[in-house]
C-alpha cells in the first residue's frame, strides 16, 4: 500500500521570511520604539498610570495594628453638631485617648485662630497633659512690614503651641494627574526655618528620637534607625513667572490599600466613652477628618482599586489624615520605595515592543492587533 505523505502546512503570508515582511517588522519596531520616546517626554503621567498599576497588582498589604485612626466622620457630626466643634470637645476626646497611654498622637488641625479662650486653654491643657502631641503647620504669604510678600509659617496658637511635642508640616503636592504618590518629608520657609513633614514628626515623637538625629545624604534620609530612600531631586515652575523652585527630600508614598485600610474609630464613639482607651495603649493615634462633607481628602493611587472590604469598592479620596498614617507606615516599617533608573524605563519599554514583534510573526488576524494594543 502506498503510503500518502502530508502536504505541509503553508505558513501564513506574514510568516514567510521575506524582505518585505521583515521590513513590516522594523517599521512596526521602529515606529513604536520612536513613540515611546516621544511619549515619555511629553506625557509624565505615563510612567504615574505605571505607579498605579503596580500598586493594584500588588494589592493591599495587611493595616499595622499600631497606627490607629480616630475618625471625625459623618456620624460623629450628627451626634455632636456642625463642625468645627468647641475646643472643649476635642480635649475631653483627648483626655479619653490620653488614658490609654499612646506613644504619640497626631491632631490634623492648626488651631492657629483664637476661639473660646477658657476653651482654648482646656485644649492646651489636655495637650500638655498628655505630652505626646503634635499638631500640623502650614506654609502661607504673608505681608512683612515693608509691604513685601514672604512665605512664613502658620503656627497654632501660642498657649497651645507652648503645650506640644511637636510640629510638622502637612503640605501636599499631587502629580500633574491629580493622585498623590509622595511627600516632601521637609519644608522650609523664606526664613529658612524647617519643619519636618507631618507623619515624620509623630514618628520622631513616638520612637523618641531626638530632634538632631538625623542625616542626609544622597538618595537617602537617615531619621534615628530608619533609613528612608528619596527621590532624586526636581525642579518644578512656581506660580511667579521665571522662577523654579526645587523639590527636594521627596518620598514615594507606599500605600497599603484604599481609604479605610486602617483602623477607625469614630470621634463621637471616643468621646462617649464607648471605645475602650486600651485600644489606644502603645499606638501612633491620629485624629482628624475623614468626612466627605469636611472637603479633605486626595486622590492616591488606589482610588478605583476595588478592595476585599466592600465599603471601599468603587473608588473614594483618601482623607489627609490617613495619607498621614501611610506616611507613618512607609517609614516606620521601611518600605519606602523608588524609581527605577531611567534607562531601565526605556529598556522595559524596548523589550515590550521586541517581545510583541516577535510574536506578531505566528499570529494572524485578530491576535496579531491584540498583541500590537498590549
Known amino acids: 500500500m502506498k503510503s500518502i505523505r502530508k502536504r505541509p502546512p503553508i505558513p501564513h503570508k506574514f510568516m514567510r521570511r521575506t524582505p518585505l515582511n521583515w521590513l513590516r517588522i522594523l517599521l512596526i519596531w521602529l515606529v513604536s520604539l520612536t513613540a515611546v520616546f516621544i511619549v515619555s517626554s511629553f506625557v509624565p503621567s505615563l510612567s504615574n498610570a505605571s505607579i498605579n498599576m503596580l500598586f493594584r ?8 495594628d499600631d497606627i490607629v485612626i480616630v475618625a471625625i466622620d459623618d456620624a460623629s457630626l450628627q451626634k455632636i453638631g456642625k463642625y468645627p466643634w468647641a475646643r472643649s470637645v476635642i480635649a475631653d476626646g483627648l483626655d479619653k485617648i490620653t488614658e490609654g497611654k499612646p506613644k504619640a498622637i497626631g491632631i490634623d488641625v492648626i488651631y492657629a485662630e483664637e476661639s473660646d479662650a477658657e476653651d482654648d486653654e482646656k ?133 497599603i490599600g484604599a481609604t479605610k485600610s486602617f483602623r477607625y474609630y469614630s470621634f463621637a464613639d471616643v468621646f462617649n466613652g464607648n471605645v475602650s482607651p486600651e485600644n489606644f495603649k502603645g499606638k501612633i493615634v491620629l485624629v482628624g477628618a475623614t468626612s466627605p462633607t469636611l472637603g479633605d481628602a486626595q486622590v492616591t493611587p488606589f482610588m478605583h482599586y476595588a478592595g476585599s472590604d466592600d465599603e471601599r469598592e468603587g473608588g473614594q479620596a483618601m482623607p489627609g489624615v490617613e495619607v498621614h498614617a501611610n506616611v507613618i507606615n512607609t517609614i516606620k516599617n521601611n518600605l519606602s520605595l523608588r524609581f527605577l533608573p531611567e534607562f531601565w524605563d526605556y529598556a522595559i519599554a524596548l523589550l515590550i515592543i521586541l517581545t510583541a514583534t516577535v510574536a506578531v510573526k505566528w499570529l494572524e488576524g485578530w491576535r496579531q492587533v491584540a498583541v500590537l494594543a498590549l
Open 57 to 64: 497588582l500588588r494589592g493591599e498589604l495587611p493595616a499595622p
Open 123 to 255: 485644649l492646651a491643657q489636655s495637650i500638655r497633659k498628655n505630652g505626646r502631641v503634635v499638631l500640623p503647620t502650614q506654609l502661607f504669604e504673608n505681608a512683612n512690614e515693608t509691604g513685601q510678600t514672604e512665605i512664613v509659617w502658620l503656627a497654632p496658637l501660642p498657649e497651645i503651641d507652648a503645650a506640644l511635642a511637636g510640629k510638622g508640616h502637612a503640605h501636599a503636592a499631587p502629580d500633574v494627574d491629580g493622585t498623590l504618590r509622595s511627600v516632601q518629608l521637609s519644608k522650609s520657609d523664606d526664613k529658612g526655618n524647617r519643619f519636618w513633614a507631618f507623619g515624620l514628626e509623630i514618628l520622631r515623637v513616638a520612637g523618641n528620637i531626638a530632634p538632631n538625629d538625623f542625616e542626609e545624604k544622597p538618595n537617602i534620609l537617615r531619621f534615628g534607625s530608619h533609613n528612608i530612600r528619596l527621590l532624586t531631586e526636581e525642579t518644578e515652575e512656581s506660580k511667579i513667572e521665571g522662577v523654579s523652585l526645587i523639590r527636594s527630600d521627596e518620598m514615594l508614598v507606599n500605600y
